[in-house]
């Protein structure tokens, strides 16, 4: 089955400064990969996602660019504020999770965005 | 609107006892699942559902039952609670209508003493 690696773990930025975390993947058939980002106390949230036909995608100070050949995945977040200190993960759906949107997580990054 | 909601948010249980996790969505959705979040080990799968009467096993689901009678809900039981089940856990849902896009509810803390 699939399986997805996350790094960093933790991650301390300056304000206005860039964060990028980094994930790959194994199932070379997965075709869908989000991020989300977890605020202290609740659920995750959908914050940016790509499919696998796509190789980058931005949304305002947001983007996650796909590799396909290499099996990563990262998301890049520009001008960080302090209000983008959270945890984020990525997430895969492999070749069997088509029929039930079945998502593999990564482990995490702590993001600190000091001001 | 609602969207997904966990009951309970905390829970301390004594080790054999027995409880169930609440959880209830408005959206319509087919899909549900449940998640448990340990420290440093990311969001794992328990069990999910993709309809009212189908249910299936997810990566961990030793301990844990489940049950979807309705669209709406899709209660996680623990029958000998374990110190190994202390754990946030998350439901979700999601569906071809919202994109696959999918929806986690606030969590629920469990700790089992």
């Known amino acids: 089955g699939e399986n997805v690696e996350q790094h960093p773990s933790t991650l301390s930025v300056q304000e206005g400064d860039s964060a990028v975390i980094k994930c790959t993947y194994s199932d070379s058939a997965s075709n869908y990969f989000p991020w989300y980002k977890q605020e202290l106390g609740k659920g995750p949230q959908l914050i940016i996602d790509?499919?696998?036909?796509?190789g980058e995608k931005k949304d305002q100070r947001i983007a996650v660019t796909l590799n396909k050949t290499a099996k990563h995945f990262s998301l890049h977040i520009t001008e960080t504020q302090p209000e983008d200190s959270a945890v984020y993960f990525c997430a895969a759906r492999g070749s069997d999770g088509g029929a039930t949107n079945k998502l593999i997580f990564g482990t995490g990054t702590l993001l600190a965005v000091q001001p | 609107n609602a969207g997904v909601t966990q009951t309970p948010k905390f829970r301390i249980l004594k080790i054999g006892q027995s409880m169930t996790l609440q959880c209830t969505q408005d959206m319509n959705h087919n899909y549900m699942y449940w998640y448990r979040q340990d420290p440093g080990m990311g969001l794992k799968l328990i069990y999910y559902?993709?309809?009212?009467?189908?249910?299936d096993k997810g990566e961990v689901p030793n301990g844990y039952n489940v049950s979807r009678s309705t669209t709406e809900d899709f209660p996680l039981r623990l029958e000998l609670a374990a110190p190994s089940q202390t754990s946030v856990y998350f439901c979700?849902?999601?569906?071809?209508?919202?994109?696959?896009?999918?929806?986690f509810g606030e969590g629920s803390w469990l700790t089992v003493v």
């Open positions: 790509i499919r696998s036909n796509v």
């Open positions: 979700a849902t999601t569906d071809s209508s919202s994109g696959n896009t999918i929806y």
């Open positions: 559902s993709v309809g009212a009467g189908i249910t």
